[in-house]
């Protein structure tokens, strides 16, 4: 690679993730070399003459300075003593900060059931399509039952009401708000799967088919979709706000956003199954608004029960607000 090249890719990164630039001012980086060598980039293609880029990362072990080092440390403690106390048999933790672009990830390959964190991509395709036809969410589908998949965590609303209709983007609010799988299926009804699809194929995440076992996503894959809405790098500008408003807006109140103050703004998704044997997973992916700070925190588990995962995804997103809370907090 010349050196053209390389500071050409480096500008790129240091725009989107703040090459080097630490919480305080403090860094810890790799050979310059060996960071644009090992770079990550995702692209849209779909065109002839360009290929937009909607992302591009430094790969994992550059730290923005001995807090995050730190933070990191203290999370691996207490996700070994969970494991040992038999709380839980497997977490994942995926760390964003949005400012300047450091991360870091424990267990961030494994691979998990994304579950309802699915719902975040077709909200996301009828938007894309949306793009281009704005009367397209006004549409109005009447409802008629099917089969759903079951929900341990129900929606808080009452039920859909057959044959009364409601328009696209009330099914989609529903869908994501109250994570209504009988939402859900009416617009996965109504809309073609390819298009859904496209969504994580041009995002670079697993997609399933078939023949996909349960377990096939990892936190750090699917947290790359709130990464492209908050940077708007997906979906246009009003659309990556819409998406994120609706998920601020999510009536499950467990998880990410327990662990943080009322007061703090959480745009994210929930997603629980039930595997056989009894095997409970849940996760928790999304952005924390701490004020000048706002941070992305994704959480995957699995274990025997719900409201120890509950906990445990909550004892996580406290550690980290308290952790931002005393790095800059002005005192």
């Not at 980086?29 to 937009?52: A, H, W």
């Not at 975040?120 to 894309?128: G, L, N, Q, R, T």
């Not at 708000?177 to 799967?193: F, G, R």
């Not at 992305?296 to 809370?325: A, D, P, Y």
Request: aromatic share 10%.
């Amino acid at each position: 690679m010349n050196k053209k090249t390389r500071k050409i890719i480096i500008m790129c990164c240091a725009v989107g993730i703040g090459i080097g630039i630490g919480w305080v001012g403090k860094t810890n980086v790799m050979n310059q070399d060996e960071q644009v060598l090992s770079v990550k980039e995702v692209r849209g293609g779909g065109y002839t003459f360009i290929n937009p880029l909607l992302e591009c990362e430094l790969p994992g072990g550059l730290y923005g300075g001995s807090e995050l080092v730190f933070l990191q440390n203290k999370l691996q403690t207490f996700v070994d003593e969970k494991i040992n106390k038999k709380d839980a048999t497997h977490i994942s933790i995926y760390f964003r900060d949005l400012n300047n672009g450091p991360w870091f990830g424990i267990n961030e390959a494994s691979d998990f059931s994304p579950a309802s964190l699915l719902k975040v991509p077709v909200m996301m395709a009828y938007f894309k399509k949306a793009e281009t036809d704005s009367a397209f969410l006004s549409k109005e589908i009447s409802f008629t039952p099917g089969s759903v998949l079951p929900q341990t965590i129900i929606p808080h609303e009452t039920d859909l009401v057959p044959g009364k209709s409601y328009t696209v983007i009330q099914y989609i609010e529903r869908m994501i708000i109250n994570s209504d799988n009988q939402a859900l299926t009416i617009l996965e009804e109504h809309i073609p799967n390819e298009l859904i699809d496209k969504i994580t194929i041009d995002l670079g995440i697993e997609t399933a088919d078939a023949s996909t076992s349960e377990n096939y996503m990892s936190v750090k894959s699917y947290a790359s979709l709130f990464r492209m809405l908050f940077n708007g790098s997906y979906l246009n500008k009003e659309y990556s706000e819409k998406a994120l408003s609706i998920l601020s807006k999510v009536t499950y109140d467990k998880g990410l956003v327990a662990g943080v103050p009322p007061h703090i703004s959480v745009a994210h998704k929930f997603g629980e199954r039930e595997l056989l044997g009894g095997v409970k997973q849940l996760h928790d992916c999304g952005i924390v608004y701490y004020p000048n700070r706002p941070y992305l925190l994704c959480v995957m588990t699995r274990g025997s029960t719900f409201e120890m995962l509950n906990v445990i995804i909550k004892s996580i997103s406290q550690t980290i607000f308290e952790t931002t809370k005393q790095y800059y907090v002005k005192k």
